[in-house]
């Protein structure tokens, strides 16, 4: 539903024009991009980050995952400016980047209290 929404977002806000071209929403359908995105960014990438997380998930502990994939975003924009793929975030990305960093202060907050109490599951 997200990114019904997200779509007719940029079709209406954006600009972006529903066709197979490379600018278009339907751009990794087109002849010259279905290959590369099919094969290398669908099925390398899709089985090698499935295989990572199960692999995080059997040596890590889960909280540590869970800030990690919270970070993700934070870690893509950087490494798109550090490229030169993307621009300079605005500020909703900077928005974005306190809210991530909020939540994972709260969720760390949440397991130490947690972690300190001493339950009897007897």
Request: aromatic share 12%; with cysteine; hydrophobic share 55%.
């Amino acid at each position: 539903m997200l990114a019904i929404i997200n779509t007719l977002l940029a079709i209406f806000i954006e600009g972006a024009e529903i066709s197979t071209e490379n600018d278009g929403i339907f751009g990794h359908l087109s002849s010259e991009n279905f290959v590369f995105i099919t094969f290398f960014l669908g099925f390398i990438a899709g089985i090698c980050g499935t295989i990572a997380v199960n692999f995080a998930l059997e040596h890590f502990p889960l909280l540590l995952i869970l800030n990690l994939l919270q970070t993700r975003p934070i870690i893509a924009m950087a490494t798109g400016i550090f490229l030169g793929i993307d621009l300079w975030p605005g500020w909703m990305t900077c928005v974005g980047t306190i809210m991530i960093f909020t939540a994972i202060m709260i969720i760390n907050k949440a397991e130490q209290n947690f972690s300190m109490k001493n339950y009897d599951l007897k």
